[in-house]
């Protein structure tokens, strides 16, 4: 079993996985700080000088009791909150990771060009590549008529 597990783990697609997720992690730091440090500033500027991450609603007051002009501060009170405003800045650097990922594999597909239709199909008989329009297995020799009409 642990051959078996060392064939798998050694496989080229798991180690391909295994640096896509320490990218992912890396570019996920720079997206949170793009979010927190570059964009929330001034959407919240426009908006009033609202800070999206205090923005809470206080479920249960702490010691002492409310209002809390922060959600550390809520936080330090033991206050119980919902922090939708720690929700959206999430959210937004969701957006903002699916649009890059988007663009990134939109850019990848237009470098390979076209994809190209397959030449050969297996023979429903013996399994054998065939080209595509072929009437009879050059294989086994079975007529694919029917099989091509289906």
């Not at 002009?69 to 699916?98: D, H």
């Not at 030449?119 to 297995?137: S, V």
């Amino acid at each position: 079993m642990l051959d078996e597990f060392k064939k798998f783990i050694m496989r080229g697609n798991v180690i391909d996985m295994a640096v896509g997720i320490i990218i992912g992690a890396a570019f996920a730091t720079i997206i949170t700080s793009l979010v927190d440090d570059i964009l929330m500033p001034p959407i919240g500027l426009l908006l009033g000088g609202v800070d999206f991450s205090n923005l809470f609603i206080t479920l249960k007051e702490g010691v002492p009791p409310g209002p809390y002009a922060s959600l550390t501060t809520a936080q330090e009170a033991g206050a119980v909150t919902i922090n939708y405003g720690v929700f959206l800045n999430a959210l937004i650097a969701f957006l903002i990771v699916a649009f890059a990922i988007f663009l990134l594999i939109r850019w990848v597909n237009r470098l390979k060009g076209p994809a190209e239709e397959p030449a050969t199909t297996d023979c429903p008989y013996c399994l054998m590549d065939i080209p595509i329009g072929a009437t009879r297995c050059g294989h086994c020799g079975s007529e694919l008529a029917m099989a091509a009409a289906d």
